[in-house]
């Protein structure tokens, strides 16, 4: 006698469990690919702002899960609190980079009047940025299209993926994309390459970064099709110069990255260079539509509740482990207030999303600040201005000090606690327990 097999034996159900198991596997790498988001740079001053936000906008537009810096120096923290509360809620991230201590030396030559020293931030990716591979973008691009193609391109071999410069007729690649090997920058020091090069070259320098940048660089590069930056500013050049057969490249579809090289750009309130319209389209492309287009994938980066605010009066740039409470306690917001004008190691702390700076701060609003705050950080190193701590003592306000700096006025206070400087960890301990 056969016995029959069972129904819910191996032999018939093996299949159903192998589709499921692929279906779970395909959706956990989909996942993981969202998570592990991909590093794209941006590098400009806040009188180039419109050009960021409409690079920005088309990028945005046609990308999803990238974590996007900044390098600037002055563009406010409410530019960038706004665009990173829009960013999140497609699963996106914005970062901002104060470039302040470091060797960006404003005598830099960048080659033409179009172009600022801030042309140069790029030479200080591997010091900011964690990402082993980073697109770096100038901020007079246009993306049209998908960049997931140019993201797999392996350049573990190599420094950097590059188009080469206005088509074959300038020398070596044009440094406004590059999709680097930030691990590779990184060891080896690239950074401290470019800024000594610079320096020795400074005053025969032709082309600004790019010129440096193919130095140093350009021997160990992977060159990519133009479609990865059609430098559409060459037009002018190409006229003068006489290559025609430039103007018979197809634009359509259109290049991947519109890349609006030379003085001739598309805002100007006159320029003679094609695809004009393409830049002032995603110039005046909406928020709300570009939202719209991603409001499927179901990557919300959830807002951080602020759980109290910590306010600080200083007169001097040392504020005792500022760095570590700031990181420890991101659900707060720190308010540091100064008379003066601050240090840049405060104005960069100002980049983190709960750090927010206040120099030449007016009394009258002072006085309104400590009575809207919720703790009193007694942190900083220098002189104590008294008159306007005992406002923090008429509103009850609760004090925490460290032991090394604790202001006297505050000694016979019933609402002032003091740590050691030593054990930080505490103090956060203390902030924690009275929002509780």
């Not at 069972?6 to 279906?23: G, I, Y």
């Not at 609190?81 to 104060?98: E, P, T």
Request: glycine share 4%; aromatic share 12%; net charge negative.
């Amino acid at each position: 006698m056969v016995k029959l097999q069972d129904s819910t034996s191996p032999l018939t159900s093996n299949k159903q469990p192998h589709k499921e198991e692929k279906r779970r596997e395909e959706k956990r790498r989909e996942e993981k690919r969202r998570e592990e988001k991909r590093a794209v740079v941006l590098a400009g001053d806040y009188g180039y702002i419109r050009q960021i936000e409409t690079t920005l906008k088309s990028l945005i537009f046609h990308n999803s899960h990238l974590k996007i810096y900044i390098f600037n120096q002055d563009i406010p923290k409410e530019w960038f609190i706004h665009y990173k509360s829009l960013l999140n809620q497609i699963g996106s991230d914005l970062i901002d980079i104060k470039l302040l201590d470091v060797p960006l030396n404003r005598d830099w030559y960048a080659g033409f009047s179009h172009i600022t020293y801030m042309a140069f931030a790029r030479y200080f990716i591997p010091q900011f940025v964690s990402e082993d591979k980073v697109l770096y973008l100038d901020s007079d691009i246009i993306i049209t299209d998908s960049l997931d193609n140019l993201f797999t391109i392996d350049i573990s071999q190599h420094y950097l993926a590059v188009v080469r410069a206005t088509f074959g007729y300038g020398l070596g690649f044009n440094s406004g994309m590059m999709l680097i090997n930030n691990k590779r920058w990184k060891a080896e020091n690239i950074t401290t390459k470019l800024v000594e090069k610079t320096e020795q070259e400074k005053d025969s320098i032709q082309e600004g970064d790019q010129t440096i940048l193919n130095l140093v660089l350009g021997h160990e590069a992977i060159w990519l099709d133009d479609t990865y930056n059609f430098q559409i500013g060459f037009d002018q050049g190409a006229f003068s110069y006489r290559h025609q057969h430039l103007f018979e490249l197809s634009l359509d579809p259109l290049p991947k990255i519109l890349h609006y090289i030379s003085g001739d750009k598309p805002w100007n309130t006159y320029s003679s260079g094609r695809l004009r319209e393409v830049w002032w389209h995603y110039h005046f492309l909406a928020w709300t539509d570009i939202l719209k287009k991603w409001e499927n994938i179901q990557t919300m980066i959830p807002k951080k509740h602020c759980k109290g605010k910590l306010l600080i009066i200083t007169n001097t740039h040392w504020l005792q482990n500022i760095e570590y409470l700031v990181k420890q306690l991101p659900d707060y917001e720190f308010h540091i207030t100064a008379f003066t004008d601050v240090a840049n190691n405060l104005k960069q702390l100002s980049s983190q999303e709960n750090v927010f700076i206040y120099p030449h701060i007016i009394a009258y609003v002072l006085v309104d600040m400590i009575k809207n705050c919720d703790i009193y950080l007694d942190i900083n190193h220098g002189s104590k201005l008294d008159e306007l701590l005992e406002h923090v003592i008429v509103n009850q306000k609760p004090v925490l000090s460290f032991d090394n700096i604790a202001a006297p006025i505050f000694e016979n206070y019933s609402h002032r606690q003091v740590f050691s400087y030593h054990l930080p960890e505490n103090f956060v301990t203390a902030v924690r327990l009275l929002s509780e």
